[in-house]
């Protein structure tokens, strides 16, 4: 073990999955109603469409000895819920959401805007946020430094 | 590099417990979990190996030989028993997902001849897991399993 420790330190990572329901619509204001169209396809259907999101949230820190946890798992469920599940379960991402009135609610949009969310967790690191938009679709985000959601205008990539 | 991941499935019971903590303190904090007679779970454990494909076989660790070392070093000691009472490396430790993984790590990595141990994901649940690996070997695993 003591040639292999030197190696890096063991570390552990609490990882947890959590499940919403929410509608979107890909639309650009900045973009003509053509191009929408084709950048967008089907996602820009004017009356938006839902998706089963699978959030799942790691959390890194010192295992404590008394719980053997790194975040107890009540409190960091109580944290997801309020700043999260409860403001997106079965709403419309684009209507309901305040950050998606005027940004796209593209996964890789909402991956930046559940990580600023949660980073504020007290009794762990977040490490990153993974979003399943569909079981063939992922997208995680561990906060390079990209600190807001970019500016709609910056979303031209091309959708499905 | 090239990783390799082998699954496996064991069933277990547990109960958190801290005698250390009151009656009334174990059950703030552990939940449902503090119940005196515990309960338990089908755990999935992913273990990944990362190393160099051996030029004669292509394989960078035969998956048989790392089967037998989960038998040994995993089924043998926790599947079908009870974590708290049963497993002496979980002794005196609250056998949650991250001790668990942990002690598993330890038990693995010195066996582990052939490729180097990468990452070793224990699932409780299909909604909570634990990751562990070493400080900066864990970034590629990770997005191998995800």
Known sequence: ?160 | MVQITRRIEFSASHVYNNPALSAEENRRVFGKCNNPHGHGHNYTLEVTVAGEPDPVTGMVLDLKELKEILEREVMQRMDHRHLNFEVPELAGKIPTCENIARVIWELLEPKIKQGTLQRVRLYESPDLYADCFRNGDGSAAKRAGS
């Open chain 1, 1 to 160: 073990m003591s040639a292999r420790a030197s190696l890096g330190e063991l570390k552990v990572e609490l990882g947890r999955r959590y499940h919403f329901s929410a509608s979107h619509r890909l639309h650009s204001e900045h973009l003509t109603e053509e191009e929408n169209c084709r950048v967008f396809g089907k996602c820009n259907n004017p009356f938006g469409h839902g998706h089963n999101y699978v959030l799942e949230v790691s959390v890194s820190g010192k295992v404590d000895p008394a719980t053997g946890m790194i975040a107890n798992l009540s409190d960091l469920d109580g944290f997801v819920d309020h700043a999260v599940l409860q403001a997106f379960d079965h709403k419309s991402l684009n209507e309901d959401v305040a950050a998606f009135r005027e940004k796209v609610p593209t996964t890789e949009n909402l991956c930046i805007e559940i990580y600023n969310r949660l980073k504020g967790f007290s009794q762990a690191k977040l490490e990153r946020v993974r979003i399943e938009e569909t079981s063939n679709n992922s997208f995680e985000y561990a906060g390079d430094g990209i600190a807001e959601v970019p500016d709609a205008s910056g979303a031209t990539k091309e959708r499905r």
